[in-house]
């Protein structure tokens, strides 16, 4: 093959590798990271201790147990004393680890749900499909379990009621389930394909050296596209919520999410740069240091100079007999 065409692929397949590498650490990331419920339960749970998220959660059981107070007693005119009773009661238990139980167990059962959504295959051919739903029965019984056994008063006359309340809507379950099929695909090709590429285009370079130099550098600027694109996504999923949803609880969770993606971002960035450092280093090295022809030989005795005093003495040849030998010239023969 031409050398000038070995360099046009071997650029085009680094390249293509470079192109691929951020975009397959997000597809990872998003098939193999959110999609297992133990691994979202542990990113999760610090959560539990996030004061922006209790304050969150106090709001909003606050609100709903105010709602189901109006519905059944006449409230209004002690609203004022008794919010602020109900909210500061709410956000007691957020510091409790009976919370801690609560919110555990309800992460995991509203993960699982979701997951089973999206892989039910036979929902897909279903016109009225269901909105994901979520029991809260289970929880509740866990969190009466934590208080019994924290002695906690009245405990046991906590009602475990079948309370079931949506997590996702029907309509938005077809384009999600699609996204969560090509995501397990290209959450194992995406990476496989960008490490085949760099392989190949180093391999096929005429110069390996600069080959291995451009295929860091470009994983470096992958590395730090992605962290720059977990910055502009933060600020526009913010952008987008709802005036209800507070964003300090909300970022709070998208930066939990996000944490390992962050982390993938700094390791390509620094992974890249040390590998184009080390490959410009040893270059240079190399080309500093004497090579061989450069280095003092010692002479050969075989094939020193002789001396000037015998440069004027005959040498007798194979023949045996040399021009000269033996000294004073030939004997003439008689009669010769």
């Not at 397959?24 to 990331?29: M, R």
């Not at 004022?80 to 009661?89: M, R």
């Not at 002695?151 to 999600?176: Q, S």
């Not at 002479?299 to 004027?312: G, I, K, Q, T």
Request: aromatic share 6%; glycine share 8%; hydrophobic share 45%.
């Amino acid at each position: 093959m031409p050398p000038r065409l070995r360099s046009a692929l071997s650029a085009a397949l680094i390249g293509l590798s470079c192109l691929i590498v951020p975009f397959g650490a997000l597809a990872a990331w998003a098939a193999y990271g959110l999609t297992d419920t133990g691994r979202y339960v542990t990113t999760m749970a610090p959560l539990a201790a996030d004061p922006d998220v209790r304050d969150a959660v106090a709001d909003t059981v606050g609100a709903g147990i105010m709602r189901e107070v109006d519905q059944k007693f006449d409230v209004s005119p002690v609203r004022g004393t008794v919010g602020p009773f109900v909210h500061d009661a709410v956000h007691s238990f957020t510091q409790t680890r009976a919370f801690r139980l609560a919110w555990d167990e309800g992460n995991r059962a509203t993960h699982d749900a979701v997951l089973r959504a999206l892989r039910d295959e036979d929902a897909e051919d279903d016109l009225f499909e269901q909105p994901v739903t979520v029991d809260l029965a289970p929880v509740t019984a866990q969190v009466k379990r934590q208080l019994a056994e924290d002695h906690m008063p009245l405990a046991d006359r906590i009602p475990v009621e079948h309370t079931v309340f949506a997590v996702l809507p029907a309509h938005e379950l077809a384009p999600l389930r699609k996204g969560y099929h090509v995501l397990e695909v290209a959450g194992f090709w995406l990476p496989v394909a960008a490490v085949v590429f760099a392989v190949a285009g180093i391999a096929l370079a005429v110069h390996r050296r600069r080959a291995i130099t451009a295929t860091a550098l470009g994983t470096a600027l992958g590395g730090a596209l992605l962290g720059v694109a977990l910055a502009i996504g933060r600020r526009l999923t913010l952008a987008d919520l709802p005036a209800d949803v507070p964003q300090p609880a909300a970022g709070a969770v998208y930066d939990a999410l996000t944490a390992t993606l962050r982390t993938v971002s700094w390791l390509l960035l620094g992974l890249g740069l040390t590998v184009a450092v080390v490959t410009w280093l040893t270059r240079n090295v190399r080309t500093l240091s004497p090579r061989p022809r450069d280095l003092p030989t010692r002479p050969d005795p075989a094939r020193s100079p002789r001396p000037a005093a015998f440069d004027d003495e005959p040498v007798q040849t194979e023949a045996g007999i040399g021009a000269g030998w033996p000294p004073g010239g030939p004997t003439a023969t008689p009669g010769a």
